[in-house]
């Protein structure tokens, strides 16, 4: 990377000073983790149950190659909150708002500045997210990665596609199932690799059937980019408390001793930061 731009320090300084609650979604397959989105797998099992169905539901191949993940976000806690927060209205509370926000843009901004090259599916050459389950627009996720844009500068990627994708009303907000006719896409020309970002995963369903969408529409490689994992943190009958458990652990150690080196893509340090 050689040098830091005003913006690559103020994002780094904003998420190690101002986000110490961060959990990283690191990959620890010992703690059974799913393979495809770092939520609690079952026991004996490489992948949780949402995405053992998708996987045993989509004939054809057509997920999601690969799912990026940020954090965790465990139902309660700081981040979790955030992933909330960011989407009211700024009336209910300015501030919470802002700092969701924030951190919502910074951890993008850190991802697409410095990890994008992680992606073993090679260069993205479009930016997509998922959208509204409210059909809410424009999409707050879609007004951040327009400043992030901004930020970084043209040089990275094609913008984000304005309404590109959009969902059918109330198609998919009935089911929480994996199902791409429910997406609807604004004619455009496919190219090789498209990343599709959404703010939470919790079943991974509606990223999956955009995902799913696309590559029916002739993209060749999808990956997904997750900013936060969610966890229920007080499920009683729990197959996520294993994991919980660890997490609690993790959040110990604070986020800035690996913020800067974080790869959502490989979900370890890749070597790949700022410091390079
Ligand atoms: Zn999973
Ligand atoms: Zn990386």
New binding site residues.
Partial sequence: MGFLSPSDAFALNYVTNSCGYLIPANLHEEWGQ?V??R?AANPGWE??Y??GQHQKNRVGNDLVERIGVIAYALDGNQTALNMRAYKDPPANDPERHMIARQMVGYLLYLAFRFHLGCIPAGPVDAVVWVPSSTGRSPHPLHCILLKVWELIGNQVLLPPLEGWVQRLEGELIKTRHLDPSGVVLVAHEPKQHVLVVDDTWTT?AHLQSVGARLRQYGWEHVTGLAVARWVNHGDKQDRQKPLVAELLKENEIPFHDSAVSFCPFLGRDCGYGPNR
């Fill in positions: 799913c495809v989105c939520g992948t949780c949402q995405c991974g």
